[in-house]
């Protein structure tokens, strides 16, 4: 339903959200959960860029139950979230993934890469 590739550049978190929000509002998806979805987007496409190994593609896709956005990478190692010190300045992006996605996982991809997806209801249940 949509998809873009950016840069493996520090701006790309904001061109993602500046991407992402227009083909949200055409599949007819607003308020907070437009929101969540740019917020959870934007880590993933920060973590691509900050520890994957090329340029990072977002897809989005939507059901009349759930959106799924997903953020693919050359670089085929799994995230996992990790402990955050309280003081550190980053290392929470997977946690706020984990908290506020309904379900979230990444995918290898064959020959090399992953995809790491999360979705989100539509509805509020």
């Known amino acids: 339903m949509g998809r873009f590739t950016l840069p493996a550049a520090p ?3 904001r061109q ?3 991407r992402l929000t227009p083909l949200l509002h055409r599949l007819g998806i607003e308020g907070e959960l437009v ?3 740019l917020l959870l ?3 993933l496409v920060t973590n691509a ?3 994957g190994r090329g340029d990072p593609t977002v897809e989005i896709r939507a059901s009349d139950l759930q959106v799924w956005v997903g953020v693919k ?3 085929s190692r799994i995230p996992r979230t990790q402990h955050a010190d309280a003081g550190a300045l980053g290392g929470r992006g997977l946690h706020l993934v ?3 996605a309904h379900a979230w996982d990444a995918a290898p ?3 090399d890469g992953k995809t790491v997806w999360f979705t989100l209801p539509r509805q509020s249940s």
């Open 49 to 51: 860029v900050l520890h």
């Open 98 to 100: 984990d908290t506020l």
């Open 109 to 111: 991809i064959a020959g």
């Open 16 to 18: 993602a959200r500046h």
């Open 73 to 75: 990478d050359p670089d």
């Open 35 to 37: 929101d969540v979805a």
């Open 41 to 43: 987007t934007s880590e």
């Open 11 to 13: 701006h790309s978190p």
